[in-house]
């Protein structure tokens, strides 16, 4: 009998490594996961209140640095309640010449939000020191439900303005197609589609254990699709809201910078 039951016990352990086994490779990391309300993310990540540096990685390779940092408060001149979320950083290419890496890139970017996370405008620049390049754009919440966002943009090239749009004072002048000609100086990727009013994004945020590198830690995962295939982005916050982890359908991800694999470091992306 306890022959019989020891032989039991050993099938019942060796099913169950290789159940858990099949879960841990297999499973998709969302699934292993408990889904939650996505505002308790928010929540976590606007009451971090600071700022973390991670490195920007193109298909294994570094590209340059992110800098992520969410906060909230009142607003000096509104006196209203108000979430924050400032982005920014650099794109590189390895010169061999002088076997260092060129900053071809300089960009910004910071949304404000309500307390229940309605859009009260941004801001968005660009600077491309190759081409003595700077582009900005800025955008204000709609006011009213179906009205579009006031839209500012503008262009200087060698110390010259070439281009400059105000939505306010353009009468009868689509945004969108405003926001394509400001995309197409410096090749400016996906700007040109861009509609702050017409983007739909759906979220999906779970909470558990995941493997981050290399590490088995809590953490969030946040999920934001867009209406096209091709527009997910994938963000792994710890459990005081400090990004780990931002993945892209484009190839890109952003990783903080104790969490990046030393393998990024030792191929150099070619010169653009």
């Known amino acids: 009998m306890p022959v019989r039951l020891f032989t039991i016990a050993i099938v019942l352990f060796w099913l169950g490594s290789v159940a858990w086994l099949c879960a841990v490779v297999w499973a998709p990391p969302g699934s292993r996961m408990t889904k939650i309300d996505p505002r308790e993310v928010y929540r976590v990540f606007f009451e971090w209140n600071e700022s973390t540096k991670m490195t920007l990685i193109e298909n294994g390779v570094r590209r340059g640095e992110v800098t992520v940092q969410g906060g909230s408060g009142i607003e000096a001149e509104s006196g209203e309640f108000e979430r924050t979320l400032s982005v920014s950083g650099t794109i590189e290419s390895y010169d061999e010449r002088s076997a260092s890496s060129l900053v071809n890139l300089f960009w910004k970017g910071t949304l404000a939000f309500t307390g229940t996370m309605e859009s009260r405008g941004g801001e968005f620049a660009v600077r491309i020191p190759?081409?003595?390049?700077?582009a900005h754009l800025s955008f204000g919440g709609a006011v009213t439900e179906g009205e579009k966002?006031?839209?500012r943009a503008n262009v200087v090239m060698a110390e010259r303005e070439v281009f400059s749009f105000d939505s306010s004072a353009s009468k009868g002048v689509d945004p969108s197609s405003a926001l394509a000609m400001?995309?197409?100086?410096?090749?400016?990727?996906?700007?040109?589609?861009?509609d702050p009013s017409a983007m739909k994004i759906t979220t999906e945020a779970r909470t558990g254990s995941f493997s981050l590198g290399g590490r088995e830690m809590r953490a969030f995962l946040l999920t934001l699709r867009g209406a096209d295939p091709g527009q997910e982005v994938r963000i792994y916050l710890s459990e005081v809201g400090e990004p780990l982890r931002i993945e892209t359908d484009l190839?890109?991800?952003?990783?903080?910078?104790?969490?990046?694999?030393?393998?990024?470091?030792?191929?150099?992306?070619?010169?653009?």
């Open 130 to 134: 190759g081409k003595e390049l700077t």
């Open 251 to 272: 190839g890109f991800e952003a990783i903080s910078e104790i969490l990046v694999p030393l393998e990024a470091y030792k191929r150099q992306p070619d010169a653009n």
């Open 182 to 194: 400001l995309g197409s100086f410096g090749s400016i990727p996906g700007l040109g589609s861009l």
């Open 149 to 151: 966002p006031a839209i």
